[in-house]
């Protein structure tokens, strides 16, 4: 499932747009900076996105919107990476064992 995701790795960028409406994207780009302002990001750059309204009309349970995109970006090199060493360990277990005298 991962390997069927956006190539890695997704960064954290905070964006705006035209109606005073935030950001907080996982993309493919790194963050800039700049708080850049659309059209000025290539939205083809972007994996997901929170929108963050001022003043917030919706908001999340928890709050945590840049620690959320955080962590979604870091998914995307943690979980194959894990998926690896879980099939790695399945196979030593797997592995016949040497008889010890």
């Given amino acids: 499932m ?3 995701a956006t190539p890695g ?3 954290v960028r905070s964006l705006d747009d035209d109606h005073a409406m935030n950001l907080v ?4 780009a790194e963050e800039s900076g700049l708080d ?3 059209p000025e990001f290539d939205e083809g750059d972007l994996i997901a996105a929170t929108l963050v309204q001022h003043p917030r009309y919706v ?17 995307r090199t943690a979980v194959p990476q894990l998926v690896e060493e879980v099939r790695r360990l399945r196979g030593l ?7 010890h005298p």
Avoid: H, K, Y
């Fill in 2 to 4: 991962c390997l069927a």
């Fill in 9 to 11: 790795p997704w960064f």
């Fill in 25 to 28: 994207a996982v993309s493919t």
């Fill in 36 to 38: 850049e302002r659309w």
């Fill in 59 to 75: 908001d999340s349970t928890d709050g945590r919107w840049d620690e959320n995109a955080a962590f979604i970006a870091m998914s």
């Fill in 93 to 99: 277990l797997a592995a016949p064992r040497m008889q």
